[in-house]
């Protein structure tokens, strides 16, 4: 962490999360202006452009707000088996310093890896964030909604509240928009980096104490599970795969199988729809997406 100049600069987890389609529906109104000339005409079309883009972000920002809400804000109860003097300690180390920032139809989750007492902070967030882009992936498609995002570990400074700029914005911008092509959540080098070295034991504080270097070699562990090695030689976030799914079907229950469905025949028809309108590009990306889905087909239903 440096404080020599204006701003504070440290290590920072960020993930670029950007909702697609929206472009397309606002070509269809382009330099045109609501006037008494064509005010039947744009007024008429103004009930499917506010459905494909403001309530649809609307409704996906509430989506992930409910979730954060549900996930950061809320105390869980202390599991059986923490001793009443460890109590404090034990809701102490669970906190994470997760923030979440709206901008247009993007959003930025991102957390500091700079921390004071406990490290397990940071690693609690960057295993909240992964959980969360994952989770609310596989929800959205479920519902016909489709994004896309990067996640890497870089240079950064909260230039506003809750909002953060630097090397780490323009690494994760760079994976989601030029890397991610399909919709899918890529992961940078750096990340797996980074776990890699807390599951050695790596000390990230000067005078770390040893139950918060076990939780977070624990922590990043079950992160790592989470990532595999994609088609392209690209590390990619697998939300479909057992070790990320087993946990959303105990949560989940009976919705979890109705949501994969959902998601696996919204993600098909896609597929096929651009596939017979010969939309090359969306094809393509579809097509990886479809495969994704196949491929994880049996491991989600069983």
Not at 107 to 120: E, G, I, N, P
Request: aromatic share 14%.
């Amino acid at each position: 962490m440096n404080q020599n100049i204006g701003n504070i600069y440290s290590n920072y987890i960020v993930a670029f999360i950007d909702v697609l389609g929206q472009q397309k529906t606002f070509k269809s109104f382009e330099n045109i202006l609501l006037n008494e000339e064509n005010k039947y005409k744009i007024e008429q079309g103004l009930p499917i452009l506010d459905l494909k883009t403001t309530s649809y972000v609307k409704n996906w920002r509430e989506v992930f707000n409910n979730y954060f809400k549900g996930v950061f804000k809320e105390e869980r109860p202390v599991p059986p088996g923490i001793s009443a003097d460890k109590i404090i300690e034990f809701k102490e180390m669970r906190k994470s310093n997760i923030k979440y920032k709206w901008f247009s139809d993007c959003m930025q989750v991102s957390a500091s890896l700079h921390t004071r007492k406990y490290h397990c902070h940071a690693v609690n967030a960057v295993l909240s964030m992964l959980t969360a882009c994952g989770q609310q992936l596989l929800i959205s498609l479920g519902t016909g909604r489709v994004y896309r995002a990067g996640i890497d570990i870089g240079i950064g400074t909260e230039i506003e509240e809750n909002e953060i700029y630097g090397p780490v914005m323009s690494q994760a911008y760079q994976l989601e928009s030029k890397i991610a092509q399909y919709p899918r959540i890529v992961i940078g080098g750096n990340i797996k980096e980074y776990f890699n070295g807390l599951l050695d034991g790596k000390s990230q504080l000067k005078e770390q104490t040893g139950e918060d270097i076990e939780v977070c070699k624990s922590s990043a562990k079950a992160c790592l599970k989470f990532i595999k090695l994609d088609f392209d030689g690209y590390l990619m976030l697998d939300y479909l795969g057992k070790e990320f799914t087993e946990p959303m079907k105990k949560s989940l229950g009976a919705d979890f199988y109705k949501i994969f469905n959902s998601a696996f025949n919204f993600v098909e028809s896609e597929y096929y729809r651009f596939a017979k309108e010969r939309d090359n590009k969306l094809t393509h990306r579809y097509y990886f997406l479809y495969q994704y889905f196949l491929q994880n087909k049996s491991n989600c239903l069983l």
